[in-house]
């Protein structure tokens, strides 16, 4: 397939993204040559989550970066976990956008050079009350390991729709990506995560697993073994394994349950969940535990619960029992 020469050239909101997405990772990628050992340390609780000093790598000139790429652009907010509460004034004036970034989402896996992060970002209306679903410009960039030179991204806008597409970090040159999610309608011998990624309430996740895999194949414990897993510490990740067909099903349950000790679980948050326009451009299917299209307010606080079908035909499937199982542990009303 015929390859081109990436150029960096500011025409809209989506350049923009794509542009701020390709600043974090190549400063990230900068980093993990001078000082890899480095990039694990605990630095701080921010507003939703520990940051790292890689979070802390990646977020390093963002305001800058914001305010170079998007002049021009209106009244902006941005939006991130490094930043206060009620974000950071880019650009002043009455109505404007709201600019919510993740720099690096997944970064666990990342710090220890295991696999890919990715960078997220998405700009809605601001006002008094922004939701995820005022998202129109969203935009997922891969940040692969110190092994690999492909990075991944896939930007949507209302002007053009979904673009993607894999550029060579090496070579300097990009390739077409077709966003392909999964055509089965079931799980066999596919993958399917409950997402379980910290300790706390695991004996209750294994346990409505367990019958969640029960409704799927009621009668035969034997299928499943055919049904595999994936704890990819990433939300923008295991969207990304939707959206191109590696995975067929994601549940990230776990505002639903609560530690054995009464406690609150470390969730997923809005910032998290910024590729949905991504995804659902792609074909995927994304609700809340409910049920309903996905939809939170965009801050940084918000427990997040989300559930992501390759298909409608998967999600007919699948989400009644899924429901069922949630019921019957006690997990809905």
Request: charged share 25%; aromatic share 6%; with cysteine.
């Amino acid at each position: 397939m015929a390859s081109t020469k990436i150029r960096l050239i500011m025409t809209s909101f989506a350049d923009a993204l794509v542009s701020l997405g390709r600043h974090v990772r190549d400063r990230i990628r900068r980093g993990f040559l001078t000082g890899p050992d480095r990039m694990s340390r605990p630095e701080a609780q921010g507003v939703g989550d520990l940051q790292y000093s890689l979070d802390v790598l990646g977020e390093d000139g963002l305001i800058e970066e914001t305010r170079r790429l998007f002049g021009g652009g209106g009244p902006l907010r941005l939006l991130s976990e490094g930043l206060p509460a009620e974000g950071e004034i880019v650009f002043a004036g009455e109505g404007g956008h709201l600019l919510v970034v993740d720099p690096v989402d997944g970064t666990r896996g990342l710090m220890h050079d295991k696999r890919s992060a990715f960078f997220l970002a998405g700009i809605a209306p601001d006002g008094p009350a922004p939701r995820l679903r005022a998202v129109r410009h969203a935009c997922l960039v891969e940040i692969p390991t110190s092994r690999s030179l492909l990075s991944d991204v896939l930007v949507v806008s209302p002007e053009r729709g979904l673009q993607a597409w894999t550029e060579d970090l090496g070579a300097g040159t990009r390739v077409p990506l077709v966003p392909t999610p999964s055509g089965n309608a079931d799980l066999d011998h596919g993958f399917a995560t409950i997402a379980r990624f910290f300790g706390g309430a695991g004996a209750a996740m294994g346990t409505f697993h367990d019958a969640f895999l029960e409704r799927v194949f009621p009668g035969d414990p034997d299928a499943w073994m055919g049904v595999f897993e994936d704890q990819y510490i990433c939300n923008g990740g295991q969207m990304h394994a939707l959206v191109t067909g590696r995975d067929r099903f994601v549940a990230d349950l776990r505002p639903l349950f609560e530690r054995t000790d009464g406690g609150r679980l470390m969730c997923s948050h809005p910032y998290d969940v910024l590729a949905l326009p991504i995804a659902e451009a792609a074909g995927v299917v994304v609700t809340g535990a409910d049920g309903a299209p996905l939809d939170v307010p965009l801050d940084l606080s918000t427990d997040v619960a989300w559930i992501g079908y390759a298909s409608e035909a998967l999600r007919h499937a699948v989400e009644p029992r899924l429901q069922e199982a949630l019921r019957a542990c006690g997990h809905l009303p």
